[in-house]
């Protein structure tokens, strides 16, 4: 199986994720959400090259979605257990990256249903967006660990998102 041009900006977000584990075991913090932001922007031109060249493939939804679970669930998990070396932030982390791989799951099982105009739960994507930008400009470990339960929970809701 050969691989479509959106499938190399799916190894864009997986590569980024990737990184960002490199960069929070070398204690670059910054640098590691920076990699996590710009997965975020991969993964959301990956969909768009895709449906915009009519490339959409098994393939490519399952790349996306190993690269969704490196990037924002793994190198998040990596990022903050290396940051702030709490025991009680590490088991909040585990069902956090639990969480996001299911939604994942989740969402693959049901995208061959008929296309809705919302998201059951919120999309993984959101905390590539969230946490780096707390690491950035407030590192709180209070606030991220609010943030991973609540963040976790609505993934695995029923919630309706609206798509963007």
Not at 3 to 21: E, H, P, R
Not at 32 to 61: N, P
Request: hydrophobic share 50%; net charge positive; glycine share 6%.
């Amino acid at each position: 199986m050969r691989l479509k041009l959106a499938d190399y900006f799916t190894y864009g977000n997986l590569i980024s994720g990737l990184l960002s584990i490199y960069f929070s075991i070398n204690n670059s913090f910054t640098l590691a959400a920076i990699s996590i932001l710009v997965g975020v922007f991969f993964d959301y031109i990956d969909g768009k090259v895709a449906r915009m060249r009519k490339e959409e493939s098994e393939l490519g939804a399952q790349l996306d979605s190993f690269a969704d679970a490196i990037t924002f669930g793994v190198s998040i998990a990596v990022l903050l257990h290396i940051r702030f070396q709490s025991t009680y932030l590490d088991i909040v982390l585990l069902f956090f990256v639990c969480a996001g791989i299911y939604r994942l799951a989740r969402f693959n099982m049901k995208k061959d249903s008929k296309p809705t105009k919302y998201f059951e739960g919120t999309p993984i994507t959101i905390n590539g967006i969230v946490f780096p930008l707390v690491i950035i400009f407030y590192p709180n470990i209070y606030l991220i660990e609010v943030l991973l339960i609540v963040l976790s929970a609505t993934m695995v809701s029923k919630l309706k998102i609206k798509h963007w």
